[in-house]
């Protein structure tokens, strides 16, 4: 066929050429991963980033597991988002046990322990719903509910989280850079 083109017209056979070099160049560019410039968005700025990078530090008590309600996302997009999952951000001897999400603007349920129960934040907790399949219509916001456990004896520490999501026009991860410590030791969170 490309034989076939060269005698028919040299335009041809660049053009071939320069499509089929798109193709794979769309292939093997930016990792195959999401993107990150969809329509979900968290914090100050539209790529989530808060600064400078702040977070929230519960102390370590035998067998206690925390929530981090920290995170409000909004869809600026203007058709509906479906919520993929959500996953921390940089863990490091820290682990996800649970997420939620609370529709609307609410009162950040801040750092407590999981499940949320205390009663400031009963009425919003019993409207939680999971993250996987939860879908956000353009305009509205949500409040990201995360339980978190340390996976060891030392502080555990996370960036923040990446939520995954799509919309009609593609797949999407929302970073948020609000840190989920838990810490341990006598100084708590006050170690460096």
Known sequence: MVAEMRTKSPLAVVALMVAL???????????GGPATNGPL?????????????GGEC?????????AFGIA??????????????VVLLHPRNERLIGSDVVAGRRTVIGAITWP??????RRAWKTRQPVRGYR?????????????????????????MLVYYHDPSGRYVAPNHFGMQIAVGKNGCNAP
């Open 21 to 31: 070099a798109s193709a794979l160049g769309a292939c093997t560019s930016g990792g």
């Open 41 to 53: 968005s968290s914090g100050a700025g539209k790529d989530g980033r808060i600064l400078p990078h």
């Open 136 to 160: 956000v219509a353009p305009g509205k916001m949500f409040e990201m509910v995360l339980g978190v456990a340390p996976a060891g004896p030392r502080n555990a520490t996370s960036q923040g």
């Open 72 to 85: 409000q996302f909004t869809n600026y997009g203007h058709a509906t988002v479906l919520l993929d999952r």
């Open 58 to 66: 519960a102390t370590r008590f035998y067998g206690r597991l925390w």
């Open 116 to 121: 949320p129960n205390w009663p400031s934040v």
